[in-house]
């Protein structure tokens, strides 16, 4: 693996990935739809482009050995107008499509355990697992399984390919900030007067980098590997970034019911703002995911090892520090205080 093109490269994922193949001294081609000021001042070939577009991916993949597939709309609001299929299904389809045709040596699809069924809960998922499907499955879930298809239905046909599914990704670089760092950033300049039930399996967004560069050398042709981490509620991550940030978070938890009453009004009131919600009732969906996401698999294959997550929220709040995006005069404490229980 030496010349690599990654889509998604502006994403919280993706901007990772980009710099762990540029320390590894790979040569790196990224698709650009839109700005790149995630990108800024990093030395990689730029190719404008859309994956719903065939056309303008050619340039993308000629002369490459390893394609990183990572774009993808996440949604917790609906299609999005069909835009989520679009992207999710015919963008990795077409990508999948352009990668055989240039004849690229392997194909990375990273997809989600979104894409998987989550119930029975009480039992664990592994790569085995239904996906989702139907009507009433989210419009976002049902995309991963159905883009998985698509691209498998590539491999099917020739493209030497493996598929990644990461959980619910935390971590550093996280320019944007993704969701889940808008979340971090909330707590720590005290913007939520709630938290919300649920939790979810989290990972550290190096980690999944780890993993995904494992798959396109070690992952066997045709397999795929979930890269999770382990499940944390909520009110832990609350409890953890307040550990470690010294900032009180707040200490009442809507229960669901109620929760699930106020999700339409904020989803409401961020459309009328013209702001990305903070949840949804699809996210409260996700947050009752099934707590056992099995990555055996992948530790075994790929030396899939995720970190605890107070280093991965220590790490992000060091970041957020240095960047000017905590509260005026807070530093980072030497060492985290304890974390209080419920």
Request: neutral net charge; hydrophobic residues 45%; contains cysteine.
């Amino acid at each position: 693996m030496n010349r690599v093109a990654i889509t998604g490269a502006t994403g919280h994922l993706g901007s990772n990935l980009v710099r762990a193949c540029l320390a590894e001294g790979l040569a790196v081609r990224v698709l650009v739809h839109g700005g790149d000021a995630e990108l800024a001042g990093l030395d990689v070939e730029r190719i404008p482009g859309d994956v719903t577009r065939a056309d303008t991916l050619d340039a993308l993949v000629t002369g490459v050995d390893t394609v990183f597939h990572l774009a993808a709309l996440i949604s917790i609001d609906g299609d999005q107008g069909g835009r989520v299929p679009a992207i999710n299904v015919g963008g990795a389809r077409n990508m999948a499509l352009a990668a055989r045709a240039a004849g690229v040596a392997r194909f990375v699809h990273v997809a989600s355990v979104h894409a998987f069924k989550q119930r029975p809960l009480e039992v664990p998922i592994n790569e085995g697992r239904e996906r989702v499907s139907g009507p009433n499955a989210l419009a976002y879930d049902r995309s991963k399984a159905e883009g998985e298809a698509a691209v498998r239905a590539v491999f099917a046909d020739g493209l030497n390919g493996v598929v990644v599914y990461p959980s619910g990704v935390i971590g550093p670089t996280d320019p944007r900030p993704s969701r889940m760092g808008r979340f971090f950033l909330d707590l720590a300049h005290r913007r939520l007067p709630a938290l919300t039930p649920g939790g979810f399996d989290w990972v550290d967004v190096r980690d999944v980098v780890a993993t995904v560069l494992a798959a396109a050398r070690l992952g066997r042709p045709g397999e795929g590997y979930i890269a999770s981490g382990r499940w944390a509620s909520v009110q832990e991550l609350a409890r953890i970034a307040e550990s470690i940030t010294g900032i009180p978070s707040p200490k009442w938890t809507s229960p669901m019911w109620l929760a699930r009453v106020g999700a339409p009004f904020m989803t409401l009131g961020n459309r009328l703002f013209g702001v990305d919600p903070l949840y949804t009732s699809e996210a409260l969906d996700a947050l009752e995911a099934n707590h056992a996401l099995h990555h055996h698999k992948a530790a075994a294959e790929l030396g899939h090892a995720p970190r605890p997550i107070e280093d991965t929220v220590r790490d992000l709040y060091a970041e957020y520090a240095a960047s000017g995006r905590m509260p005026a005069g807070w530093t980072l404490p030497a060492s985290p205080l304890p974390v209080a229980t419920p």
